[in-house]
């Protein structure tokens, strides 16, 4: 399995009655990521620094802090250069449009997947929405809520759990965008983070790191 193949086209192309455009854009095309959606790749290079300081690294933790404030989307490449290891490994960003003139679909359905240090497969941006049903103030569960849910999540998490056991990836990642997620994932199994930088993060409302163990 590649790490494309995790992406479930004929799951998603099932939820709907129109023709639907898939594009997937791979490690080759970084950059191109960096232009289309610069705070994904912020977040990669973000969390692979969290992680270097907090196992313990001889470094000042605010070495890279002008690239934090400026959220930097090829920080990764700085991290790269303080820890001599590739950040990047793998990459995969899927996403869907609609070919149907009546919604706007474009962040609905995309799925951001990247293979990284130390050795993790890290879900950067993951988003299963029907733009035909939009969620109304009184009814959103977090900010970013704006369409109900594809119920698509748990399938496309099976297909991790799968590429990370045949690869020898040892833990899935991610970062939530705000608290009122985290019961969302740790239905899944995920678990926050055990480190300083996460019990800030949740104190703070910040994004908060959480991981599951893959075995």
């Given at each position: 399995?590649?790490?494309?193949?995790?992406?479930q086209?004929?799951?998603?192309t099932?939820?709907f009655?129109?023709?639907?455009?898939?594009?997937?854009?791979?490690?080759?095309?970084?950059?191109?990521?960096?232009e289309?959606?610069?705070?994904?790749?912020?977040?990669?290079?973000?969390?692979?620094?969290?992680?270097?300081?907090?196992?313990?690294?001889?470094?000042?933790?605010?070495?890279?802090?002008?690239?934090?404030?400026?959220?930097?989307?090829?920080?990764?490449?700085?991290?790269?250069?303080?820890?001599?290891?590739?950040?990047?490994q793998?990459?995969?960003?899927?996403?869907?449009?609609?070919?149907?003139?009546?919604?706007?679909?474009?962040g609905?359905?995309?799925?951001l997947?990247?293979?990284?240090?130390?050795n993790?497969?890290?879900?950067?941006?993951?988003?299963?929405?029907?733009?035909y049903?939009?969620?109304?103030?009184?009814d959103?569960k977090?900010?970013?809520?704006?369409?109900?849910?594809?119920?698509?999540?748990?399938?496309?998490?099976d297909?991790?759990?799968?590429?990370?056991?045949a690869?020898?990836?040892?833990?899935?990642?991610?970062?939530?965008?705000?608290n009122?997620?985290?019961p969302?994932f740790?239905?899944?199994?995920?678990?926050?983070?055990?480190?300083?930088?996460?019990?800030?993060?949740?104190?703070?409302?910040?994004?908060?790191?959480?991981?599951?163990?893959?075995?």
């Amino acid at each position: 399995m590649k790490l494309h193949d995790v992406f479930q086209k004929q799951s998603i192309t099932n939820k709907f009655d129109c023709n639907i455009e898939f594009e997937q854009l791979g490690i080759e095309s970084v950059l191109t990521i960096a232009e289309k959606d610069p705070n994904i790749l912020f977040e990669i290079g973000a969390q692979a620094w969290m992680l270097f300081v907090e196992f313990g690294a001889k470094v000042n933790p605010q070495k890279l802090a002008s690239d934090f404030d400026q959220r930097n989307p090829l920080i990764y490449q700085k991290v790269e250069k303080v820890i001599k290891r590739k950040v990047i490994q793998d990459l995969s960003f899927s996403y869907a449009l609609l070919d149907d003139p009546k919604v706007h679909s474009r962040g609905c359905i995309q799925l951001l997947l990247c293979r990284m240090y130390p050795n993790d497969l890290f879900i950067a941006d993951v988003a299963f929405y029907n733009p035909y049903k939009p969620v109304v103030s009184k009814d959103k569960k977090y900010d970013l809520h704006h369409f109900r849910s594809l119920n698509l999540f748990g399938i496309h998490l099976d297909q991790i759990k799968q590429y990370c056991r045949a690869n020898k990836i040892s833990r899935i990642t991610l970062t939530t965008s705000s608290n009122e997620q985290i019961p969302y994932f740790e239905s899944h199994g995920f678990k926050i983070e055990n480190n300083t930088f996460a019990k800030s993060a949740f104190e703070h409302g910040w994004s908060v790191p959480m991981y599951l163990t893959c075995t």
